[in-house]
């Protein structure tokens, strides 16, 4: 198994990305993982690095501010560029980046290609749930616009990504949706509506947007536009809910020490809402596993993105979803 990394992509790139790679080398000794990027600044801090991590030169990196069409078609040799291109001639089995989301998704369809019969991959990140098992949601912000038959594709490459990667014997699917009435909805989630139903899904209707948390599904269909403004709306919200309960807890002596009290519960609380947990979120229906992990991604979100792009493997998430696409 061999999964490349681009060192150099994300805000705590290349140092947070190589801790996370040497933990995961640690962690799975029979993966071999190559780090993709400037060997001037990678050797010197990979000196002592085990013999199942090696590191790829690549000349240039795509940074948060480019273009992407742009950058993935002018620097060819970027590092993004070049683990991809290692994904595409199956050089590796998986590649993982916390750079530029726009121009990873470029990537994925101009170098890695997609598969026969899709007509959109989708990002997929994992919504953190109450009950810990976590909703992936699909698309949350590759494709603006959506048709009916590509949120049926969504639901599909869904389904199939919670059966392989965690293990969910018959996953619920629902509809990203205003109401859970059948008939709630916009043109578009009425069309999407029937050919779920119809299609060989666990589907369980229409979620609404405030019951996500509660774990009511575990894939959500929704078009990229009101699936990032949902992935935003929770991330902000979370972080809001942990700056007040700060500074309240700084209020008084009092309440330092109901803080210190309270301590391990709030911890275990930030933990189940901590995106770092899961580490990426799969592109799903490109001809190979790409991996976008949180741009702010530290060692401990890398390393799990490695250990989600082992179990995808391992599951041949890949082919499964080309087999199923190609029934239809």
């Not at 598969?115 to 109450?130: K, N, Y």
């Not at 299609?199 to 536009?225: S, T």
Request: with cysteine; charged share 25%; proline share 5%.
């Amino acid at each position: 198994m061999r999964i490349a990394i681009d060192a150099m992509g994300g805000d705590n790139a290349p140092w947070a990305i190589t801790e996370g790679v040497l933990l995961a080398a640690k962690e799975w000794p029979d993966t071999e993982l190559v780090l993709v990027g400037d060997k001037t600044k990678l050797d010197p801090i990979t000196a002592n690095r085990p013999s199942n991590v090696t590191v790829l030169h690549a000349s240039e990196a795509i940074l948060s501010d480019d273009e992407p069409v742009k950058a993935v078609r002018r620097k060819k040799d970027s590092s993004m560029v070049v683990a991809a291109r290692l994904v595409r001639d199956q050089e590796a089995d998986a590649m993982i980046s916390a750079g530029n989301t726009g121009a990873l998704m470029t990537a994925g369809l101009l170098v890695v290609g997609r598969i026969p019969g899709i007509e959109r991959p989708a990002l997929a990140p994992m919504i953190p749930s109450l009950d810990g098992a976590g909703t992936l949601a699909l698309d949350l912000g590759a494709n603006m616009d959506a048709t009916p038959e590509q949120l049926l594709q969504y639901a599909v490459m869904g389904s199939i990504y919670r059966s392989k990667v965690d293990g969910i014997a018959k996953p619920r699917v629902g509809l990203l949706n205003v109401g859970t009435e059948d008939t709630k909805g916009n043109e578009l989630t009425k069309a999407a509506f029937p050919l779920l139903k119809e299609a060989p899904i666990h589907f369980v209707g229409n979620i609404e947007a405030r019951n996500v948390l509660y774990g009511e599904c575990d894939v959500l269909v929704c078009d990229g536009f009101a699936g990032n403004i949902l992935l935003k709306s929770v991330e902000g919200t979370a972080g809001a809910i942990f700056k007040v309960l700060k500074e309240e807890f700084k209020r008084s002596l009092l309440t330092k020490v109901a803080a210190a009290a309270l301590a391990p519960g709030l911890k275990n609380f930030k933990k189940r809402l901590d995106y770092s947990e899961t580490g990426g979120a799969p592109m799903l229906g490109l001809n190979g596993l790409v991996l976008k992990s949180h741009g702010s991604s530290d060692a401990v979100a890398i390393m799990n993105a490695v250990r989600q792009a082992r179990i995808a493997i391992e599951g041949k998430l890949v082919p499964s979803i080309s087999a199923e696409i190609g029934k239809s």
